[in-house]
């Protein structure tokens, strides 16, 4: 007579770990791509939202706004920065040219503060019309010396082997910002 078994064989159990081993070795790496993929694109999106809020913010209070690279703090722009450092929204409601969380006249002039992307993100721009700020005239323009210039936002890492496709945050000169995924090209360099 024989009595039920309770559990797994030595074999079985050896199977079992070897399967889920390789499965694991088979779908680590492409997680870690989704990962990046997501974080890429998170990024494009507050980037994208924060030229949207601008441009939007500039035509409702009728007054400049401005978007810079920001200080650690989020207290003033950084022009010695870079876009991943993060970037300020704000307007200079009384014209002094000095970011102020609430100027002279009581107006609060920081609209939005971003902080850093993540270490593995960075922007790179395709030519450097708005390499260290960009302001919206009250009816919602980019300010450039070239109007009829796209400028494109590349974001990339520099963990992501494979330049498959890139998010990508467009601003033309009349204001209108877009994004898109970039199959065919990248200025993002390639990790080696």
Not at 178 to 185: A, S
């Amino acid at each position: 007579m024989y009595r039920d078994q309770l559990g797994f064989s030595i074999i079985e159990l050896v199977t079992a770990l070897s399967l889920a081993a390789i499965l694991m070795a088979v779908a680590g790496p492409s997680m870690h791509a989704i990962e990046l993929e997501n974080r890429l694109s998170a990024s494009a999106n507050r980037f994208f939202s924060s030229i949207t809020l601008a441009r939007n913010s500039a035509i409702s209070a009728n007054a400049e706004v401005i978007i810079c690279q920001s200080n650690p703090q989020g207290s003033d722009c950084n022009d010695h920065g870079t876009w991943q450092d993060g970037w300020l929204v704000w307007s200079d409601f009384d014209h002094d040219n000095l970011v102020e969380s609430i100027n002279q006249a009581g107006q609060q002039e920081i609209i939005l503060h971003e902080r850093q992307l993540p270490a593995d993100v960075y922007i790179q721009l395709e030519n450097n019309h708005y390499s260290q700020r960009i302001v919206f005239n009250p009816l919602g323009e980019a300010h450039n010396a070239l109007r009829h210039v796209t400028q494109a936002f590349y974001l990339c890492s520099d963990n992501l082997t494979a330049p498959s496709s890139r998010n990508v945050v467009y601003l033309n000169g009349s204001g209108q910002a877009w994004q898109q995924k970039d199959n065919h090209h990248s200025l993002c360099r390639s990790a080696d």
